[in-house]
């Protein structure tokens, strides 16, 4: 008869599994996470689908961007689209990051109420809401920025500064080469910086210009060129924004594709955001002196799925699907001839043509194609040195008892 040792010898074959001794409860997992307390638990003691960061590769990462901003004599001021999370936007500030870029008003919300001082909003804010919440931040904290690259909402800004009684500094969002926003360069950006510093509540900080179709064009050289293109006229702009004796302290863009390229074109500060944990379509873009590899950062977050049906030869099915933002673009850790397939929202499939072999309950980790779509599915990250967990952070305050 089974009993409960062969039982779980037998339903679970991963090998820390072995020993029911050594098995938590996932209660017991909760409860010792709440209080902080992770001594002994592994990777296998952790629900699937989950994020992992390996956190000796994140610190490697965050160590070598900095350093290099240092040495080139160039600000950072990192984004928190890709991770979300106080925790490791206050890191980023300890380690000399001028403050933090958002993408969304929720971000700059988040990282207001954390204490982050120098929060750039770096998407226009437009509709009576974000207007709104924009200027309820510039009342909290006086260094917040926003940016701005169409009079319309210039004049809404003043308008609902006034009302408010505060003041807020803006940015003028210049075209860089992405149709998705950006005031045109030249004279209309030199007007529009005009208009800023002329409004009784609005104080101009300088101009922004972001290229994403540089920061993953393949191969350094021509990853080169393309942000010399789009980022040249924004940076000119910026000059004669400033020879019109307007203040334009701060030129910004960037990412990191081009983090060691856009002091050259004469950025004052980048806005890097993937370098901190990397994904499998910035690795492929190639480095400086590496067409085939960008390795300047390595890729330190994974998807944690458990292998949950084998029934077929040479392939397995894991818990991650359409939820999890998997896509066929992701690879398998450790197995580098694995193919990643989508099976619906709940379910995927890995692929391999002979030899390699997982099993039922093995865990598997994923390098993610996209690394925003995919923090942005998750309430944790669970951090890890090797198999043995030793932190846990929350994503946009979210820390539910279970993943989604
Ligand atoms: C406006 C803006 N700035 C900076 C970044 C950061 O770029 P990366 O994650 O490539 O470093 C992004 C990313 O999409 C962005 O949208």
């Known amino acids: 008869m089974m009993n409960r040792r062969t039982f779980v010898a037998s339903a679970v074959t991963g090998a820390a599994w072995a020993s029911p001794s050594k098995m938590f409860r996932y209660s017991e997992v909760e409860a010792r996470i709440a209080r902080r307390d992770f001594s002994g638990i592994t990777k296998d003691d952790l629900p699937t689908p989950s994020l992992c960061v390996d956190k000796a590769i994140f610190e490697k990462n965050l160590e070598a961007m900095f350093a290099h901003c240092k040495s080139a004599g160039i600000g950072l001021r990192a984004h928190c689209k890709i991770h979300k999370s106080p925790v490791i936007a206050k890191k980023q500030m300890a380690m000399g990051s001028l403050g933090i870029c958002c993408a969304t008003i929720a971000e700059a919300e988040l990282m207001v109420k954390h204490g982050i001082k120098g929060v750039l909003y770096t998407c226009q804010p437009a509709g009576k809401n974000k207007i709104w919440r924009t200027v309820a931040l510039a009342q909290r904290e006086p260094t917040f920025m926003a940016v701005a690259d169409d009079p319309l909402t210039v004049d809404l800004l003043e308008?609902?500064?006034?009302?408010?009684?505060?003041?807020?500094?803006?940015?003028?969002?210049?075209?860089?080469?992405?149709?998705?926003?950006?005031?045109?360069?030249?004279?209309?950006?030199?007007?529009?910086?005009?208009?800023?510093?002329?409004?009784?509540?609005?104080?101009?900080?300088?101009?922004?210009?972001?290229?994403?179709?540089?920061?993953?064009?393949?191969?350094?050289?021509?990853?080169?060129?393309?942000?010399?293109?789009?980022?040249?006229?924004?940076?000119?702009?910026?000059?004669?924004?400033?020879?019109?004796?307007l203040p334009a302290p701060v030129i910004t863009g960037g990412s990191t594709g081009t983090y060691n390229i856009d002091k050259e074109i004469g950025l004052t500060e980048l806005q890097a955001g993937s370098f901190v944990f990397m994904d499998t379509l910035y690795a492929g873009v190639g480095g400086k002196g590496n067409d085939a590899r960008y390795t300047?950062?390595?890729?330190?977050?994974?998807?944690?799925?458990?292998?949950?049906?084998?029934?077929?030869?040479?392939?397995?099915?894991?818990?991650a699907?359409?939820?999890?933002?998997?896509?066929?673009?992701?690879?398998?850790?450790?197995?580098?001839?694995?193919?990643?397939e989508n099976q619906g929202a709940e379910y995927g499939i890995l692929r391999w043509t002979g030899g390699d072999e997982l099993k039922l309950g093995q865990k598997v980790e994923l390098y993610t194609s996209n690394l925003d779509m995919t923090t942005n599915c998750y309430d944790r990250y669970y951090v890890c040195e090797g198999g043995r967990l030793v932190d846990v952070w929350p994503v946009m305050d979210r820390a539910g008892a279970v993943q989604r």
């Open 159 to 245: 308008e609902a500064c006034a009302a408010a009684g505060t003041k807020l500094t803006v940015l003028v969002d210049l075209y860089a080469g992405l149709t998705r926003a950006g005031h045109a360069t030249g004279r209309p950006g030199v007007e529009l910086a005009a208009k800023i510093d002329s409004q009784k509540n609005l104080k101009l900080g300088g101009i922004m210009g972001y290229s994403g179709g540089a920061s993953h064009t393949r191969g350094w050289e021509a990853r080169r060129l393309k942000s010399i293109k789009d980022v040249q006229p924004v940076v000119e702009t910026a000059l004669a924004v400033r020879k019109a004796g």
């Open 296 to 319: 300047d950062f390595d890729i330190a977050l994974t998807v944690l799925t458990t292998v949950i049906s084998r029934n077929h030869p040479n392939q397995a099915t894991i818990d």
């Open 321 to 340: 699907g359409n939820k999890a933002m998997l896509r066929p673009t992701d690879q398998v850790k450790s197995h580098p001839g694995m193919i990643v």
